[in-house]
């Protein structure tokens, strides 16, 4: 008995000040993944397929300095099984509550993928868009940085 490939489509959301580690190190994992378990199953298509986007801006640059150019989240009209978000670097309540209140398509983008199905997921600081997007009402979360 086989197992069936089916495609998890993911998009990974990078938010201006973004960690390049969080940002690229999930992609790196779905390589890997991809990788093994094309040789374990012998399954010339891959299992995980992944886009990177931004939001508010096509042009981000992450805390390292890396500059990136995608498409903006909150225009896709594609539905996505696995959304997500990573952290950004925190400078401050001032500066982090201006970012916080600058992504309301974001925000509405992400209720409509929820709504649909997808998993919506974060780490670090950017679990407070998944709150301010109103993903965490009446759920219990937490959060490091």
């Known amino acids: 008995m086989g197992i069936t490939a089916i495609m998890v489509n993911f998009a990974i959301i990078a938010i201006d000040g973004c960690y390049g580690s969080s940002l690229h190190g999930l992609a790196d994992v779905l390589v890997v993944a991809n990788a093994h378990l094309k040789k374990t199953l012998n399954e010339t298509s891959p299992f995980f397929n992944w886009q990177f986007f931004t939001s508010r801006n096509h042009e981000i640059k992450t805390s390292n ?3 990136m150019s995608h498409a903006l989240a ?7 099984d696995v959304i997500f978000i990573p952290g950004i670097l925190y400078e401050g309540v001032k500066a982090f509550t201006k970012k ?3 992504h ?3 925000y509405q983008w992400l209720i409509k993928q929820h709504q649909a199905g997808a ?3 974060a780490n670090c600081t950017s679990t ?11 759920k219990t979360s937490t959060t490091v940085w």
């Open 128 to 138: 407070f868009f998944l709150a301010e997007a109103g993903l965490l009402n009446n």
């Open 100 to 102: 916080l209140s600058g």
């Open 119 to 121: 998993i919506i997921c």
């Open 65 to 67: 300095g890396l500059s």
């Open 74 to 80: 909150e225009q896709s009209e594609q539905q996505f």
């Open 104 to 106: 309301g398509d974001l």
